[in-house]
Each structure stands twice: as structure tokens, then as C-alpha cells.
């Protein structure tokens, strides 16, 4: 799936950078779609948003594992791998923050 002008790194990075930027923009305790995730990168690196889902939710699934997003469904923090459907994401309260879920 990963074309000739990525390494599996450089792609992971890519990842990477767009959930966290698309975090960052739509601000504390707000939360995004893994599919918009795959969507805006799908638009900036010229692969089709589906075949990007696994590797979004792989990419998701480190984030939450070092503590950096958490992994939404129904309004609960589930564990991205287990979940099955549509899950959102958002970034973990900083020590010291007011508490994502309040924002």
C-alpha cells in the first residue's frame, strides 16, 4: 500500500503530524473522526481516504499507548484497537490542565 516515495517511517511521521495538527486546530477537549484524519491526508499525499484507515487507526493506537490522544466511542475512553465502528479522537489534558473531557 505504501508507494515508492515512502518509507514506512517518513508515512508513520506523516500520520503523525496530520492527526496532531487536525487535534491541535480544532482545540482542547475537542475531538476528531479517525476518518478525517485518513481524509486530509488522503488529499495532501494522493491516496484514496479508505485504504488509509488501518494505518490511521495503527498510528492512533501508539498515540494513545504514549499518552498523547485519547480514543472516544459513545462518550467513553475505549482502547482504539477493541473498538469497533466510528471512534473519535482527542488530545489528553496536560498535567496541570483542566481535564479534556471539560473542554
Request: charged fraction near 25%; glycine fraction near 6%; hydrophobic fraction near 45%.
Amino acid at each position: 500500500m505504501i508507494s515508492k516515495t515512502f518509507s514506512e517511517d517518513a508515512f508513520a511521521e506523516r500520520i503523525r503530524e496530520c492527526m496532531l495538527e487536525l487535534l491541535i486546530e480544532r482545540g482542547p477537549g475537542r475531538t476528531i473522526c479517525v476518518s478525517e484524519a485518513a481524509q486530509t491526508l488522503a488529499v495532501r499525499i494522493g491516496f484514496h481516504w479508505h485504504d488509509l484507515m488501518r494505518p490511521v487507526r495503527t498510528i492512533a493506537a501508539a498515540l494513545t499507548d504514549a499518552g498523547v490522544i485519547e480514543a472516544i466511542q459513545h462518550e467513553e475512553v475505549v482502547d482504539i484497537r477493541a473498538a469497533r465502528g466510528p471512534v473519535r479522537l482527542r488530545l489528553r489534558a496536560m498535567p496541570g490542565q483542566r481535564s479534556a473531557q471539560q473542554g
